[in-house]
């Protein structure tokens, strides 16, 4: 209540209740209840925080070494809707004829062609979309996904 409420009341004598603040340095159930509320979630945060590395991570990974006698290994397996991280590790060199120690990782079934220069690592992501079995191929050199060594299966899931 205004002290402009009090003194029109003191003025036409009507005898309303005068709500009283509560006394300098206590406090309500209310303020109470919320301290509690962001003490909790001040704690879930930091357990959140702290638990984060020991979460297994959503998302798949494989390695996969391609030379000229083909991928290792030549199975590789996947959650549908999750995304998969491949670490491709090409073991030739740039002075092979066929293709110069160029190699690819390609799955036409979700759109997947990534290439990995002689001596080197690549990492890519995708996410297959759907369960079932896939052909994944090197489509560069020896043959390509004719020759079977060029070849692997991933299983989706």
Known sequence: MTWFDEFFISIQGEKKPVKTKQAHGTTSKKS?????LAAL???AVAAALFLAPYVKSAQSQATLEISMSGWSPAVIKAKAGQT???TMINLD???HADGGGWHNFAVPAFEVNEPVAPKQVRTFTFTPTKAGEYLFYCDI???????PFMRGKLIVT
């Open 32 to 36: 109470k209840i919320l301290a509690g």
């Open 41 to 43: 979630v001040v704690l």
């Open 84 to 86: 998969v991280a491949i």
């Open 93 to 95: 060199n740039q002075f």
């Open 141 to 147: 050199c020896c043959g390509g996904k004719e020759n």
